[in-house]
């Protein structure tokens, strides 16, 4: 069955620090792959997308994630984490089996400290 | 915004009424979805819709039913509401052509069943 894995329930950096949020999917075809961030009490907004090509991806607010076929992974990464990226982070494979259907990751807290 | 309206975005109702929560697309979009979301389980799929009375069982649907009588409306109906729904529902709309994979949220509805 197609599933996504985030490890990590909560990560806390410093303010500045660099940033990487985990993902394994398990998916027996090429898979379109996604992150999207939830603010609190917000909907949920997407960063970034892979479905072909570059395995490298670039996102808004100035995340990237890479797409590593052997390792079944979708890293979401940041090079200075800012504040205001205190967030809620779900990583999501899309599926097209009988209709496109999105499955979620549990997803990630991200605390930011001064 | 992604041209998505969820109402109401909050109710409580008491255990064993109806309840229907509403989404409304002016996308013209031909997929759309209903998820949940509880803490440490992310958002799971309830029921989706991939055209006017075309809809198709999530992997959480039991004590749920959907309808779709016109694209742009899609209705969650809650047959005799128990605490265990207690959530927060969201709507997604997805295109169903080109090359834009990703699904767009509404806003949410915090559902509380006493």
């Known amino acids: 069955a197609q599933s996504v894995t985030q490890p990590d329930i909560h990560i806390t950096v410093s303010e500045g620090a660099s940033l990487e949020l985990r993902c394994n999917y398990s998916?027996?075809?090429?898979?379109?792959l996604f992150w999207y961030v939830q603010s609190p009490g917000q909907g949920l907004q997407l960063l970034l997308k892979y479905f072909s090509g570059d395995t490298l991806v670039q996102g808004i607010k100035g995340f990237e994630a890479e797409f590593k076929r052997s390792q079944s992974s979708f890293n979401l990464r940041k090079p200075s984490v800012h504040w205001s990226d205190a967030a809620e982070y779900f990583c999501a494979v899309g599926i097209n089996t009988g209709g496109f259907k999105t499955i979620f990751g549990a997803g990630t807290r991200l605390f930011v400290k001064a | 915004d992604a041209g998505i309206t969820q109402s109401p975005r909050h109710k409580v109702t008491e255990t064993g009424t109806p309840v229907t929560l509403r989404c409304h697309q002016t996308?013209?979009?031909?997929?759309m979805y209903w998820y949940r979301q509880d803490p440490g389980h992310g958002l799971r799929l309830i029921h989706y819709s991939y055209g006017v009375k075309d809809t198709d069982k999530g992997e959480v649907s039991d004590g749920y039913s959907v309808s779709r009588s016109k694209t742009e409306d899609f209705l969650l109906t809650l047959e005799s509401a128990t605490s265990s729904q207690t959530s927060v529902y969201f709507c997604a709309i997805r295109p169903g052509t080109g090359i834009l994979p990703e699904a767009f949220f509404g806003q949410g509805t915090r559902l509380t069943v006493v």
């Open positions: 996308e013209n979009h031909r997929y």
């Open positions: 998916y027996g075809a090429t898979p379109y």
